[in-house]
């Protein structure tokens, strides 16, 4: 996906790249005039010793549960995932639907394809997310984008500090207006590119994000929030294609608010839902632009209270093919916990397939 095309941009830049070019040649002028036998001392280079990744942190072998380091004097802890894992990012509620966070990895058993799967590694912690905000620019959300705008920000500023966040506005294209970054001033400027013309390319512009979030570095846990008020008109992806996109392994999860009229509703709401729950992500269809703001708080507490839940397959990831996961929930004081998290994963799909960037 690339940036919005932006011609005084391509101005800024030439004008730059010619200011550095008068400043280095004042430099080696400069340069000559204090040594002119044109000597120079090279820094010093250790070429014996190799880095201290490659001696301090091996890389597990095959077969072997991801390793766990902790940082002396701090309660800093390094997890490495070990090949072929799979990991989920798990929400419990119990049967009042409030949030349960004080489980133990026993309490959980793992299903796929119907067969019990060993956990192999798991954290109920507050982690940094990469973070994609998706939110629909065509001509119907002219007036709604101020409240969805705050909310987007809010959502931001209820999360983790360290999150890497990024903007993709989108109408019958989509363009990605600010990349990562966690500057809350940044992202306001990029939410606030409103053009509000044209159709809804929803299922494009959802697969190009989690596409984009490939690139968030070592950042393992992924969300989108797509903000929406009307149903697809312009996608060349289905939404079968869309939702197959978005179930590679270890793809994100999905959070969507719809701000439908009733003529859209039906259609709209089957796509929103599928796209979240699939992922295990929640659909929200507010009545009115007040509640936004509520709803992008929920979300924030819902991503920092997540349980994240790491098993090897026993089949192979090489055999491909779409795997169906279960997770289950069962503690001492609670009668009945629902465990919310994706609903299968397509094996060796390590992410969605890029789409077309728009210019």
């Known amino acids: 996906m690339h940036p919005r095309n932006n011609g005084s941009g391509r101005l800024l830049l030439i004008a730059m790249v010619m200011l550095a070019g008068a400043w280095i040649g004042a430099q080696n002028s400069l340069s000559g005039a204090q040594n002119p036998a044109g000597n120079t001392t090279a820094a010093p280079q250790n070429t014996t010793s190799p880095p201290p990744s490659a001696t301090q942190n091996p890389a597990p072998a095959a077969g072997e549960a991801p390793e766990t380091t902790k940082e002396k004097g701090a309660d800093v802890y390094t997890f490495k995932k070990q090949v072929d894992e799979v990991l989920l990012h798990a929400t419990v509620v119990d049967d009042h639907n409030r949030l349960v966070t004080n489980l133990a990895r026993n309490d959980f058993t793992v299903f796929e394809d119907g067969k019990p799967q060993k956990i192999i590694s798991f954290r109920r912690e507050d982690i940094p997310v990469a973070m994609g905000i998706v939110i629909d620019n065509s001509g119907s959300m002219r007036d709604k984008r101020p409240a969805v705008n705050a909310a987007a920000i809010n959502l931001v500023q209820a999360s983790n500090p360290q ?163 279960k997770v289950d929930a069962q503690a001492k004081g609670y009668k009945k916990l629902q465990v919310r998290t994706r609903s299968g994963y397509y094996a060796g799909q390590k992410t969605a397939a890029a789409g077309t960037a728009s210019n």
């Not at 992202?187 to 979030?213: C, F, M, N, P, Q």
């Not at 903000?227 to 959070?255: F, H, I, M």
């Open 163 to 325: 999150d890497k966040v990024f903007v993709v506005n989108f109408n019958e294209e989509y363009f990605l207006d600010q990349d990562y970054t966690s500057n809350v001033r940044k992202l306001k400027d990029a939410l606030e590119r409103i053009e509000a013309r044209g159709g809804t390319a929803l299922y494009d512009a959802t697969v190009a994000s989690a596409d984009h979030l490939k690139k968030s570095g070592d950042l393992e846990k992924k969300v989108l929030l797509v903000v929406t008020d009307g149903e697809d008109n312009a996608s060349r992806e289905s939404l079968e294609q869309a939702v197959r996109r978005l179930q590679a392994e270890n793809g994100p999860t999905v959070y969507t608010i719809g701000l439908l009229q009733e003529e859209h509703s039906k259609r709209a709401k089957r796509a929103l839902r599928e796209m979240a729950e699939e992922t295990g992500g929640v659909a929200f269809f507010p009545k009115d632009l007040s509640e936004v703001n509520a709803i992008t708080s929920q979300i924030a507490h819902d991503i920092r209270n997540q349980y994240t839940i790491g098993y090897k397959p026993e089949t192979p990831q090489s055999v491909g093919g779409y795997r169906a996961v």
